[in-house]
């Protein structure tokens, strides 16, 4: 039987109320598919800052590297809005993280269920043409990290900067990423840059040909951002996986997040290039529904999902909490953000939504 340590950072908000749905369904595919996981909690946040003066505590992030992946809810709040940026819970824990552990490698899979295309800002039609993208987002260099930036001069004069930098290592370890992960799924990379303007997406172009030659069956396509994100309104089923820098994907994400209609239904995973990875829902701390008990616990639980796909190689089981999920979904046992105004009494609760989840794991 497999061992695997995790360690466990609910966070803020919604986030421990989503993480105790998200370790049931763990529990119930662990005993299902024969491994063992042991978790360890661990203060993280806003929480942190209260009861430990800060947003990432030493023993949380001594935690983390004494895992094998870590599930992270999610952090922040308006309590703690004013504190100065450095101490944020986003940046002091979230940010940090990221670079303590090199995690360069974001995916951040976007879907419109068929049952929930209505949810979907596209026209019907649109939506409904098999919206299944994978953005996989370089997350720890460019614009974001780029030296210098800065700001300098005075009056009108007054000068900002940021530096758009990439390292043809670093956009060789994110192209061979997306030639992967589009090897498990339908085939194709589209590569996303800005080539016509920035020298860093000449190089990032070529780069990204160069990896593709070592992927002879997967079809490569080049997009300038423009342009992307106008076929991602008009055309999102053409995609498969998308390949961005860290800005880029910044966007692009979002936007594919909007156009599958609810944040709670969207996980995401950050990986380094030993396979160790954060694994958390795409979306904040929710605090304007945080402790009522109607937070839909999708996200988390497909976080989960991802935890045991692309850091512990559990596909099976993984495969399993994707289907239940899905068999979910299609059988309507939703939370009141997923339903019309007009349909709000059926919603379901977060308990009630995990309950089902949890029936459907055992079932199928
Ligand atoms: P948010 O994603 O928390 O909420 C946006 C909207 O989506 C809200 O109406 C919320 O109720 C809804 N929503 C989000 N997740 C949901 C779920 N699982 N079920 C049902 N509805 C859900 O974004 P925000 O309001 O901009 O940010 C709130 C806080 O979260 C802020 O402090 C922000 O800094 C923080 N934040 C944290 C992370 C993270 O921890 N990774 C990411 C983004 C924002």
């Given at each position: 039987m497999s061992?695997?340590?995790?360690a466990v950072l609910?966070?803020?908000g919604?986030g421990?109320?989503?993480?105790?749905q998200?370790?049931r369904a763990l529990?119930v595919v662990?005993?299902?598919?024969d491994?063992?996981l042991a978790?360890?909690?661990?203060p993280?946040g806003?929480?942190?800052?209260?009861?430990?003066g800060?947003?990432?505590?030493?023993?949380?992030?001594a935690?983390?590297?004494?895992?094998?992946?870590?599930?992270f809810?999610?952090?922040g709040?308006?309590?703690?809005?004013?504190?100065?940026l450095?101490?944020?819970?986003e940046?002091?824990?979230?940010?940090?993280?990221?670079?303590?552990?090199?995690?360069?490698?974001?995916?951040?899979?976007a879907?419109?269920?068929?049952s929930?295309?209505h949810?979907?800002?596209l026209?019907p039609?649109i939506?409904k043409?098999?919206?299944d993208?994978?953005?996989?987002?370089?997350?720890?260099s460019?614009?974001?990290?780029?030296?210098?930036?800065?700001?300098e001069?005075?009056?009108e004069?007054?000068?900002?900067f940021?530096?758009?930098?990439?390292?043809?290592?670093?956009i060789?370890?994110?192209?061979?990423t997306a030639f992967?992960?589009?090897?498990?799924?339908k085939?194709?990379v589209?590569s996303?840059?800005k080539?016509?303007?920035?020298?860093?997406?000449?190089l990032?172009r070529?780069?990204?040909?160069?990896v593709a030659?070592?992927?002879?069956?997967?079809e490569?396509?080049?997009?300038?951002i423009?342009?992307?994100?106008?076929?991602?309104?008009?055309?999102p089923?053409?995609?498969?996986?998308?390949l961005?820098?860290n800005?880029f994907?910044?966007?692009?994400?979002?936007?594919?997040a909007?156009i599958?209609g609810s944040m709670?239904l969207l996980?995401?995973a950050?990986?380094?290039e030993?396979?160790?990875g954060?694994?958390?829902?795409?979306?904040?701390?929710a605090?304007?529904i945080a402790?009522?008990?109607?937070?839909n616990?999708v996200?988390?639980?497909?976080?989960a999902?991802m935890?045991?796909?692309?850091?512990l190689?559990?596909?099976e089981a993984a495969?399993?909490?994707?289907?239940?999920?899905?068999k979910?979904?299609?059988?309507?046992v939703?939370t009141g953000?997923?339903?019309?105004?007009?349909?709000?009494?059926?919603?379901?609760?977060?308990?009630?939504?995990?309950?089902y989840?949890i029936s459907?794991?055992s079932?199928?």
């Amino acid at each position: 039987m497999s061992k695997h340590s995790i360690a466990v950072l609910a966070g803020d908000g919604i986030g421990p109320e989503v993480m105790e749905q998200a370790l049931r369904a763990l529990s119930v595919v662990s005993s299902k598919y024969d491994f063992e996981l042991a978790y360890k909690e661990y203060p993280v946040g806003g929480f942190a800052i209260d009861t430990c003066g800060e947003a990432l505590p030493k023993e949380t992030l001594a935690g983390c590297e004494a895992a094998d992946a870590i599930l992270f809810g999610s952090i922040g709040g308006p309590k703690w809005d004013t504190l100065p940026l450095d101490l944020r819970p986003e940046r002091a824990a979230l940010l940090k993280l990221r670079s303590h552990f090199d995690l360069f490698s974001n995916l951040r899979p976007a879907k419109i269920y068929e049952s929930l295309a209505h949810l979907s800002p596209l026209r019907p039609d649109i939506a409904k043409n098999n919206v299944d993208v994978l953005v996989v987002r370089e997350l720890t260099s460019g614009i974001y990290f780029g030296q210098p930036k800065g700001i300098e001069g005075e009056g009108e004069q007054t000068n900002a900067f940021d530096t758009m930098r990439y390292s043809k290592a670093e956009i060789r370890r994110i192209a061979k990423t997306a030639f992967i992960a589009a090897s498990k799924r339908k085939n194709k990379v589209t590569s996303v840059d800005k080539a016509n303007v920035l020298v860093t997406s000449r190089l990032w172009r070529e780069i990204v040909e160069e990896v593709a030659t070592d992927y002879p069956d997967i079809e490569l396509e080049h997009l300038y951002i423009d342009n992307a994100t106008m076929q991602l309104v008009a055309n999102p089923g053409q995609f498969d996986v998308m390949l961005c820098s860290n800005l880029f994907g910044d966007i692009v994400s979002d936007e594919c997040a909007m156009i599958t209609g609810s944040m709670g239904l969207l996980p995401s995973a950050s990986i380094n290039e030993a396979g160790f990875g954060m694994f958390e829902p795409a979306g904040g701390s929710a605090p304007d529904i945080a402790g009522l008990g109607i937070a839909n616990p999708v996200a988390q639980i497909l976080s989960a999902s991802m935890m045991l796909r692309h850091s512990l190689n559990l596909t099976e089981a993984a495969d399993c909490i994707d289907n239940a999920v899905l068999k979910t979904l299609s059988d309507g046992v939703l939370t009141g953000e997923l339903l019309p105004a007009d349909q709000k009494q059926n919603a379901k609760s977060t308990q009630d939504v995990g309950d089902y989840i949890i029936s459907q794991l055992s079932e199928h």
